[in-house]
């Protein structure tokens, strides 16, 4: 009795099913349900292995040869790896990349936490949760189309506004200076609202009775945000960076559709230089490589990121 | 029991699911059926005609026609090469022959006897590769030429007469020059030639851009480097040396682009080539004028309240109009599981019966002379003067046609070279650059 009333309402079915368990499994199987377990697990290994490990054992093996895809591969040994060194072409796209992740990660991040804080604070209006959500619900294409159209240096409403005050018509997406930063915002447009979300999630997780009790001993939001909600939300934020991060290096489509690279390579990002050298060239040997490169860059960014963030750990009880 | 059922229930899903991978086939290919792709939605009326008379005069062969935008083709091309799923016959075009032809995809065309004397002249020439076989066989040509809005010319006080005997030099930019200049206007109403004219604020440009031009420049520099003598290559096919680095491309792409400079040609800026291209610019009022190819006749003419009309390209300092002369060829993939059948399609394509049939649409010009004919007389039946177009195939005393380099790697040449000119255009980036460029394009090639 007492140890009943002393634990949460929320565990005692659990406590009931454990309680029952051990007789059913002992009647039923002696051996164990690994067998069971092993076919619910076949569908996901199946396309584990079929689409995940077997092209990545296969895209390290094509990056030592020479290969068009319709002829056979050809060893090369190291060859692609040492063009790829000696390529400024693809030290460009990395350094365009890079770029595009500090201002997309960056701005996404801090715009996300404060609209998950103002939602968490200020309101429990699921229909407010539900118009941050918007954007995400449209494809990336369609959104960096839509915003292609808005922007047109020539013919786009926006510039129209800006001429329209008297403004000079701004290049967004034609000049060399503005075109990444541009893609960066439009994406950040797309997932801010889904990042939000995430983040809204883990602040959830942080017990209320903390704020009411900062807020007896007389703490501000400013002072309760940053003692309060950032060290407890730090696991989540930690996970989340790690997995906008890997996504944002992966920028493609939208600079497909808005800008394809341009103008004068200024938007060749690297997922878009591995594009076109093996669709466009047929050189899927060097894509290969700077494939494994892009792999072994994003593997090394989030060890590093779970390491300083100590994703791994949380300050709550 | 329930175990076994699951397993066995599991196991069937997962392979239905892979062999539902393996054997997806989307070409529908079989010995009665020719699938034939496609890119230009304007066509497809056309060629369904075509594809009738030729299901009437093989009964039992059907032809399955898809039609692809000009992006998506070639990816699913591609695709289709390596899944198999490719279509027995497809469109080829030019550029992309060489490295078709290098992978080995083609299936060789010499027993369909295609004579060059019975197309117009290049065109059945241009589909044979390095190794002496031919793999494309002739159906369409087009030039470029200079769509110009009627009412502004008229404005501007330009006849006709006057658009179509402009020359152009590089040093001062000749009567061509001077026309667009004066056609283009700024916010204030000034003229590109009047004093006063404010090239930072222009309301209508004299001359559309249509982006930095790649590596062929069809529509933006190549009728100015062609009329000054200059060719991509040191030969008119397979050429193994380009000649990006030659004074006379570097001066012409100088004063070419230095026209944007001077406000008469929109900035690069202006360009996109998903939103904004040379024929959007014109349809807005944006521009005066846009070069453009033949196949874009049918979009300038549908532009309401827009009197497009067209003048051929400017005279140069070699004396003659230049243009290029592109012409697309239907080829038979290697792979194709009907290629009786292919062949068969790809005959008739290429004869004047199919030719004819095409060109009574209007909507390009087909390769053989009858079939050209054809279409002249339906542009003029919609009331549209072509002569534009065709006086570069006509007068080879005054014109002089080129075609798109043909070479091996044009893909890493135009990889190399799309950045390089819209750095020169863009930002300004010195044209002597393209010396360098050249000599890593030159190296490619030497492979």
């Avoid at chain 2, 594809?51 to 695709?79: C, H, M």
């Avoid at chain 2, 494309?136 to 110009?148: E, I, Q, R, S």
């Avoid at chain 2, 209007?362 to 079939?371: I, K």
């Amino acid at each position: 009795m007492t140890v009943a009333s002393s634990s949460p309402p929320s565990r005692l079915p659990l406590s009931g099913a454990e309680a029952v368990a051990p007789s059913r499994k002992a009647k039923a199987r002696p051996g164990g349900d690994g067998a069971l377990a092993a076919v619910f697990i076949a569908p996901a290994m199946l396309g584990f292995l079929v689409f995940l490990l077997w092209p990545t054992l296969r895209g390290i093996y094509l990056s030592f040869t020479r290969f068009n895809l319709l002829t056979p591969a050809e060893w090369v040994g190291l060859d692609n790896y040492v063009r790829m060194v000696n390529d400024p072409i693809f030290w460009d796209s990395l350094k365009v990349t890079v770029e595009y992740v500090v201002i997309n990660i960056g701005i996404q991040t801090v715009s996300a936490l404060a609209i998950a804080v103002l939602l968490q604070r200020l309101t429990q209006s699921a229909v407010l949760r539900g118009i941050v959500l918007t954007p995400y619900l449209m494809s990336n294409v369609v959104a960096g189309l839509v915003w292609l159209w808005i922007l047109d240096t020539q013919l786009g409403i926006g510039n129209e506004i800006i001429s329209a005050v008297g403004l000079d018509r701004i290049p967004f997406l034609a000049d060399e200076t503005w075109a990444i930063p541009t893609i960066a915002l439009i994406n950040v447009w797309r997932h801010v609202g889904y990042t939000a979300l995430l983040l809204f999630a883990g602040l959830q997780a942080i017990p209320n009775g903390m704020y009411e009790a900062a807020k007896v001993d007389g703490a501000s939001e400013w002072r309760m945000f940053w003692r309060i909600t950032m060290p407890l939300l730090r696991p989540v934020l930690a996970v989340v960076l790690i997995m906008t991060v890997i996504g944002s290096f992966q920028v493609f489509d939208t600079v497909a559709v808005t800008t394809a690279g341009g103008p004068a390579n200024a938007t060749n990002v690297l997922q878009y230089y591995i594009y076109g050298s093996a669709f466009g060239r047929f050189q899927f040997g060097y894509a290969s490589a700077m494939s494994v490169a892009l792999l072994v860059v994003l593997s090394a960014i989030t060890v590093l990121q779970y390491r300083l963030t100590r994703a791994g750990q949380s300050d709550l009880g | 029991m329930r175990l076994r059922t699951l397993t066995a229930l599991t196991g069937a899903l997962t392979l239905s699911l892979l062999t539902g991978c393996a054997k997806g086939d989307s070409t529908g290919a079989s010995a009665s059926t020719v699938t034939y792709w496609l890119w230009d939605a304007n066509q497809l009326p056309a060629y369904q005609a075509c594809a009738k008379g030729f299901e009437t005069e093989n009964p039992g062969l059907k032809v399955r026609i898809t039609q692809l935008g000009w992006s998506d083709y070639w990816t699913k091309l591609t695709a289709g090469f390596i899944a198999g799923t490719q279509p027995d016959v497809f469109t080829d075009h030019i550029q992309k022959f060489g490295q078709f032809a290098d992978l080995k995809v083609l299936e060789p065309l010499d027993d369909l006897d295609i004579k060059e004397s019975d197309y117009q002249p290049g065109l059945a020439a241009n589909w044979i590769g390095q190794d002496g076989h031919r793999y494309g066989a002739p159906k369409d040509w087009d030039t470029v030429a200079l769509f110009y809005n009627d009412k502004m010319a008229k404005s501007a006080g330009l006849t006709a007469e006057q658009l179509g005997s402009l020359s152009w030099n590089p040093e001062d930019g000749g009567t061509f020059e001077k026309a667009i200049a004066h056609l283009t206007v700024d916010r204030n109403g000034k003229r590109g030639d009047e004093p006063g004219f404010d090239k930072n604020n222009v309301k209508v440009y004299g001359l559309a851009t249509n982006g930095g031009g790649f590596a062929d420049g069809q529509t933006q520099w190549s009728p100015f480097t062609g009329s000054a003598g200059w060719s991509y290559t040191d030969k008119a096919r397979w050429g193994t040396k380009y000649q990006y680095d030659s004074n006379t491309f570097q001066s012409v792409v100088n004063w070419y682009f230095g026209l944007a400079k001077k406000g008469y040609l929109a900035p690069f800026s202006d360009y996109n080539i998903q939103s904004n291209q040379a024929n959007t610019q014109v349809a807005a009022g944006r521009a005066a004028t846009a070069f453009d190819g033949a196949w874009m006749i049918s979009t300038y003419d549908g532009f309401k309240g827009r009197d497009i009309k067209s003048a051929p390209t400017p005279i140069g300092p070699s004396g003659k109009r230049a243009t290029m002369m592109n012409g697309l060829a239907d080829s038979i993939t290697k792979a194709s599981r009907n290629k009786a059948g292919a062949r068969k399609w790809v005959a008739y394509l290429a004869s004047d019966e199919c030719q004819r049939a095409v060109g009574a649409y209007g909507v390009v010009f087909p390769a053989t002379p009858a079939g050209t004919e054809a279409a002249v007389a339906a542009y003029e039946k919609k009331g549209i003067d072509v002569s534009a177009f065709t006086q570069a195939v006509a007068d080879r005393k005054d014109f002089r046609t080129f075609s798109f380099p043909i070479t091996d790697y044009a893909a890493d040449v135009q990889a190399l070279m799309q950045p390089e000119m819209e750095a020169i255009y863009g930002t300004g980036k010195p044209v002597s650059s393209l010396d360098e460029t050249n000599d890593q394009i030159n190296l490619i090639l030497d492979q």
